[in-house]
């Protein structure tokens, strides 16, 4: 029988399924409150696999493996654990109603099988979304506490549905090949930071114009960074590829104060530290005029 691991990297007590009454009674006499369920070495009841989390007090954290066989198991134990804030596993649609986990505050669904049903989950403040099927954000639209939002490996094409959510500070989208349109984060009034890694179907960023909120922008490739000047609270920004290598645009900018970019290129109109420089000038100056 595999052993029990203690992973100080992530601080997750691994626990193959087969063991995991024997688990979770050493979790709780060690106080490690996060758990990694992995799959079972030997053959077993899986049906009743869950049953020793019912009642459990003392994990705060679930992280179940994607090689483990939710098919085969009764999930509802897991509607009985009277601390959960973490939890981390794929979808399976009809198998799993995460709105019955009340106390959930970050849900990360690592895969899913099909698109996934409307979520209303009143006290979610993170969640990450990795190869979902889904096409839109409409099914998230009722997470009203929602802060912040990760889409990764997706088919998303838009982001309908996120101006629901009035408290959304942070969005990470990535790897998102059919993503075309992200124009509704300026519907969103607490949005501060922007991160866009990888969605080729968007390098330009034109819609960015006179945002009011966003002070955080991250895109791997922009075609052009003519926005910036009218994005009215822009602190940071950071790129890996500028297509027209104009960063001239960036000191007319009356809020930003850093930039930061790698790797430099040659038809860049500046070097990163010259750019910098001339930013801290302008803003001193823009200061001293008023």
Same mark, same amino acid.
């Given at each position: 029988m595999k052993k029990l691991t203690y992973n100080e990297?992530?601080?997750?007590?691994?626990?193959?399924?087969e063991s995991l009454s024997e688990g979770l009674l050493y979790a709780k006499k060690k106080s490690i409150h996060n758990i990694k369920i992995t799959k079972a070495q030997i053959s077993l009841d899986y049906e009743s696999a869950f049953a020793s989390l019912v009642g459990d007090d003392n994990i705060r954290s679930i992280y179940i493996a994607d090689d483990v066989n939710l098919k085969k198991i009764n999930l509802?134990?897991?509607?009985?654990?009277k601390n959960l804030k973490k939890l981390v596993m794929q979808y399976l649609?009809?198998? !799993?109603?995460?709105?019955? !986990?009340?106390?959930l505050e970050a849900l990360y669904i690592t895969k899913a099988d099909q698109e996934i049903d409307c979520l209303s989950i009143?006290?979610?403040?993170?969640?990450?979304?990795?190869?979902?099927?889904?096409?839109?954000?409409?099914? !998230?639209?009722?997470?009203?506490?929602l802060k912040i939002l990760r889409i990764s490996s997706a088919r998303i094409d838009n982001l309908s549905g996120i101006e629901m959510l009035d408290k959304l500070e942070v969005i990470k989208l990535s790897h998102c090949p059919d993503l075309t349109d992200i124009s509704s984060v300026n519907k969103l009034k607490e949005l501060s930071k922007l991160y866009v890694e990888k969605c080729k179907e968007i390098n330009s960023f034109e819609f960015l114009n006179e945002n009011k909120t966003i002070n955080e922008l991250f895109l791997s490739t922009v075609n052009s960074l003519s926005f910036i000047p009218t994005m009215k609270c822009i602190k940071y920004l950071k790129f890996w590829e500028l297509k027209d290598g104009d960063l001239n645009y960036l000191l007319k900018s009356p809020s930003l104060e850093k930039v930061d970019f790698y790797p430099q290129k040659k038809h860049y109109t500046h070097k990163k530290e010259e750019i910098n420089n001339l930013i801290v000038r302008s803003a001193k100056a823009s200061a001293e005029g008023r």
């Open positions: 990297n992530t601080g997750d007590l691994e626990i193959p399924l509802e134990p897991l509607y009985q654990l649609k009809g198998r !799993i109603d995460f709105s019955k !986990i009340s106390t009143y006290g979610l403040e993170e969640l990450l979304l990795v190869s979902i099927k889904n096409i839109d954000c409409k099914f !998230i639209s009722l997470l009203s506490e």
